[in-house]
């Protein structure tokens, strides 16, 4: 059973902006926390932004400012909308989901297939 499923990638140019939807199964939207990670080309998976049961949301500093998750609870549905994008947020972008506070990589349950982002100087 697929638990989680992203899309809204694509290409962009640097100062733009892309929106990535993670349509969720039941039993990972109900889990505790919910995330965005991105992992790119010979380097190491990096959690982006987390949202939490409770809506309260984390985010990494290197896109404080830029990127906001949120979440549609209708719809079972994450949301990551990415603004001033550049370069350096090129990646390979997953969701996922955990059933602890946690939501780090060795604790993650679930995880979605990922959609690549582009962003071209």
């Known amino acids: 059973q697929v638990h989680l499923a992203e899309s809204g990638g694509g290409s962009v140019q640097a100062g733009g902006s892309l929106r990535l939807s993670c349509t969720a199964s039941t039993y990972a939207y109900n889990t505790y926390c919910m995330a965005w990670f991105r992992q790119a080309p010979g380097k190491e998976r990096e959690r982006v932004a987390l949202?939490?049961?409770?809506?309260?949301?984390n985010y990494a500093d290197s896109v404080k400012g830029r990127f906001t998750v949120s979440k549609d609870n209708a719809k079972r549905t994450l949301f990551l909308q990415m603004n001033s994008l550049n370069p350096e947020d090129t990646a390979m972008y997953s969701c996922a989901a955990d059933v602890t506070a946690e939501c780090s990589e060795r604790s993650i349950l679930y995880w979605g297939q990922g959609t690549q982002v582009t962003v071209s100087s």
């Open positions: 949202i939490r049961r409770d809506g309260s949301t």
